[in-house]
């Protein structure tokens, strides 16, 4: 959760949209590119739309287990053989699973394009999960779970967080997936998850970078038009109920330091043009927390020092149902009681008093000069043209967000803190510290060096 | 799949190169300072980068986090403007001071629009935070608490503490030894006389690099460098930096409570300058620096599923930096999986890449060279680490025929001179911590 406050940030920075193609194969696969040709290089995406959210209770963690698998050959393409061509060529490559979706990607010489595209539709359809592959890539996630998650006490803390905010909806479940499960998964797990999702009907393709926009469609035509559209399963919403009360955790790890995590239940964005409520819940998270001095810091670390840091965040797409959130990790000597106290009386006093016209101003400059920075990065624009096609929302939605945004007004930021950040719909995480040095000082050898 | 480490650890590493020359304007200020520059007009944006050789190995005895506290200090109350003013100011004009702090280098970028009325507010604050630090009592005292409790809660983070106990390991009495953030009852002890008299020798005209990317022009860049140099102290250049010595193999094993050890291995590698550098940095992509190309991901990863993460690499400092050799793996199968590092590493040693697997490292660094500079971020960066490390003004031009040149034969003489496979340091991290 440290990361709470860039990844406000980073959406806040829209996206400048010069000349993009969005167009439809006839096998339902969509293909969107975003030409740019500042420097002779390009990134290609393949976003699916089959993240953690589309998983069963018992396989949780198989999105992503997959997303390793698709690096083990295809009928094709021996084990190892793709990523050792994607390198040959001079490319760096890698993937992502998140809740909404799993991404592919390849970030080469602008002429390599062809390689990216010949090997993604290959693996897209002919994937080959062997038993015995399985059965070392799995102990891999493992490890990557208990690196990411389980000796990261602020991570554990998000992961309790997300299975009691969220009573029935998938989003409880962690993207990495529950230990148990990994334990349990099985190669036919991995085949069943692709072949559910793996199909040019459920992908999008995003080619960022200087190429020609033609030249890419014709070569997807080429490659992955030739793949059969399958017919995928029927998608539930599966809402979450409205939260009857407020909802409190406490997480005991080792760890030296208390650290506090917060959750109101907030909408994300839907009808691009007329919702409300996601673009003013952006803006407040900037108010809160969008720079060095904004409320929280200000009040929390730099004026009462109580907090050594605070911050909030707000993503405003996603498939699935949002949260508000803020986190604070208390000075030497202060308590989370009062770090709560304090917090929540800073929520109220918007709640009550509004926010001031240079606060608004602030975070409006903000977002208009992210908007140019981040046309400094080709990956992130493919990133969010991909976020958002994933999420259901067109890129005119990306294209027109930093207008959205300058068109919130105070009233607005202040009305959604008060419908959304209310005391009924708030979870709270207290990270409670337990000593780290437990097993030191069962440790009965002399002279063994111990942390603490 | 992402192996974040190992692309975190590749771009720490990565020199600069350019196949058609990227056209780096290079000039002195008047007191001394030293300015690079890249004209660029496709994005309506500005780069500034003014680095000093201020990072934690300049720590005087006893005074350890002085240079991280002093770094941290500069943007929280400068030329009369609290830390909330110039922090509201940079907000509203949507600029961004950031910072960058290690071993050897400490500096303060800026990113801004090259707009007027946006640039010239975030010049001014940048030129405040650099010239006229006010260093308030109060807010030193805050900021001290705030190191301490990051200190803290590192300790909690077995993959913190093997890399502080490795660099003590490896560097014994040398400045690198010491962690960048310090001791907490050294950091408590620190005064505002202690960071002023930092501040001063450190962040002088003489000791500044300068480096500008984007919409401006050479005119306008000769501008800004002057009226930045103009404002600073004129102590002289800081000496370099002792020369460290080569480590004593040694084996430390420190309890935590994490689910993994986390292991480190390694050795005092390379400077910056280094004639080695080439051949060391080509031939770690086939040991441990080219992913799923590399011997040490196959073996630990691939092969027998120990770990997510498995690299090697060179950091090249001011003086030489560490090479180090890194995974994470349950504690059970640790032995396991350090015995397969070793004889992996042992096996490099002693052989050397294959004709096959160097050509395919070159293939993927000279190929993918375009994508180290295809954006201001990464070519300010270059030009930051061209300037402090006095690498020279066609670094980038020279990188791709650099690194073609390299054979079989330089890199296994350049591993045999600079990695002896019997003088290793080990750190564990992780378990009861017996040895």
């Known amino acids: ?85 994607i390198a040959a060529a001079g490319g760096r490559e890698n993937a992502f699973t998140s809740r909404d979706h799993t991404a592919y990607f390849q970030q080469m010489q602008k002429d390599r394009l062809e390689l990216s595209m010949q090997l993604e539709a290959d693996r897209m359809a002919n994937l080959v999960i062997s038993d015995e592959l399985f059965a070392k890539e799995i102990q891999v996630v493992m490890e990557e779970r208990r690196l990411r998650t389980d000796d990261q006490p602020q991570s554990v803390v998000y992961e309790r967080l997300m299975a009691t905010a969220y009573q029935t909806h998938p989003y409880r479940r962690p993207v990495i997936g529950w230990m148990d499960d990994l334990e349990n998964m099985t190669a036919q797990d991995a085949r069943d998850w692709y072949a559910r999702w793996y199909a040019p009907n459920n992908a999008t393709l995003v080619v960022a970078g200087d190429v020609k926009a033609d030249e890419v469609v014709a070569l997807a035509k080429k490659y992955f038009g030739a793949l059969p559209a399958r017919a995928l399963p029927q998608r539930k919403p599966q809402d979450e109920p409205v939260q009857l009360g407020e909802k409190r955790i406490v997480v005991k790890v080792p760890a030296q330091l208390p650290y506090l995590l917060m959750a109101w239940h907030a909408p994300t964005l839907r009808d691009w043009e007329q919702d409300t409520a996601p673009y003013a819940l952006q803006i407040l998270a900037g108010v809160l927390s969008g720079n060095d001095s904004a409320r929280l810091q200000k009040s929390l670390v730099k004026t009462r020092q109580i907090a050594v840091n605070a911050s909030a965040g707000y993503d405003t797409v996603a498939r699935g149902p949002g949260l508000f959130m803020i986190d604070a990790t208390p000075a030497p000597g202060q308590s989370l009681a009062v770090l709560e106290k304090v917090i929540h009386e800073e929520v109220r006093r918007i709640q009550r008093e509004g926010i001031s016209a240079a606060e608004l101003a602030r975070v409006k400059a903000q977002v208009i000069a992210a908007d140019v920075y981040q046309r400094d990065s080709l990956f992130y624009q493919a990133m969010q043209l991909g976020e958002y096609v994933t999420a259901g929302l067109p890129p005119e939605a990306l294209a027109r967000r930093v207008d959205k945004l300058r068109a919130v007004t105070a009233d607005e930021v202040q009305a959604a803190a008060q419908q959304w950040l209310k005391d009924d719909r708030l979870s709270v995480a207290e990270l409670d510290p337990q000593p780290l040095n437990e097993q030191a000082r069962r440790a009965t050898v002399p002279g063994v060096r111990h942390v603490n | 799949m992402s192996i974040k480490a190992f692309w975190s650890a590749l771009l720490l590493v990565l020199p600069l190169g350019v196949q058609a020359a990227l056209p780096i304007q290079h000039w002195q200020t008047r007191e001394g300072a030293q300015v690079y520059f890249v004209e660029s007009r496709e994005l309506p944006m500005l780069d500034i980068s003014v680095d000093f050789p201020a990072g934690s190995a300049r720590d005087p005895s006893g005074k350890s986090g002085l240079a991280q506290l002093t770094h941290g200090l500069l943007d929280q109350g400068a030329g009369g403007l609290t830390d909330t003013a110039i922090a509201h100011r940079l907000a509203d004009v949507g600029a961004v001071l950031a910072g960058n702090f290690d071993r050897d280098r400490a500096g303060v970028s800026l990113r801004t629009l090259s707009s007027a009325a946006e640039k010239t507010v975030a010049l001014d604050i940048l030129a405040r935070v650099l010239q006229r630090p006010d260093f308030p009592q109060a807010v030193i005292g805050r900021e001290k608490q705030r190191l301490i409790a990051a200190i803290r809660e590192a300790e909690a983070d077995p993959s913190s503490v093997a890399g502080k106990a490795f660099y003590r390991a490896l560097y014994g009495t040398h400045p690198y ?97 280094d004639p080695d550098f080439f051949p060391l940095f080509v031939g770690n992509y086939v040991l441990g620096g080219g992913g799923f190309d590399s011997r040490l991901l196959k073996e630990v990863r691939d092969k027998r599923g120990y770990a997510y993460s498995a690299y090697s690499y060179f950091l090249p400092l001011g003086e030489a930096g560490p090479f180090e050799l890194g995974l994470q793996t349950k504690h059970e199968q640790t032995d396991d999986a350090l015995k397969v590092a070793q004889a992996t590493l042992r096996q490099f040693i002693a052989e050397g890449p294959s004709e096959a697997e160097l050509t395919q490292a070159k293939a993927n660094l000279t190929g993918g060279f375009p994508l180290r500079i295809d954006s201001n971020k990464k070519i300010l960066d270059y030009l930051s680490t061209i300037g402090f490390y006095k690498l020279p003004l066609d670094y980038l031009d020279t990188w791709v025929d650099k690194v073609n040149a390299v054979d079989v034969a330089a890199v296994k003489q350049a591993f045999a001179r600079r990695i002896d496979p019997d003088r290793l340091v080990t750190v564990v991290v992780g378990g009861a911590g017996a040895r």
């Open chain 1, 1 to 85: 959760m440290r990361s709470l406050l860039a990844i406000g940030l980073a959406l806040l920075a829209g996206g400048a949209q010069a000349a993009l193609t969005d167009v439809t194969l006839d096998n339902g696969m969509r293909v969107i590119v975003q030409e740019d040709h500042r420097a002779p290089v390009m990134v290609s995406q393949v976003w699916y739309r089959a993240g953690a959210l589309d998983e069963f209770n018992g396989t949780t963690g198989v999105a992503h287990v997959l997303e390793h698998m698709m690096f083990k050959g295809t009928q094709n393409v021996p084990p190892g053989e793709f990523s050792k061509r």
């Open chain 2, 177 to 273: 030894a010491q962690d960048e953030a310090g001791e907490p009852a050294a950091i408590e002890r620190l005064t505002r006389g202690d960071v002023q008299t930092f501040y001063r020798a450190h962040y002088s005209a003489p000791n500044a690099v300068i480096s500008l990317m984007g919409d401006i022009t050479r005119a306008e860049a000769e501008a800004i460098a002057a009226r930045l140099a103009a404002g600073l102290s004129r102590s002289t250049v800081v000496p370099a930096l002792p020369k460290p010595v080569p480590a004593a193999a040694s084996d430390k094993r420190i309890a935590h409570p994490s689910t993994q050890s986390h292991v480190l291995v390694g050795a005092v590698g390379v400077a910056r300058n």
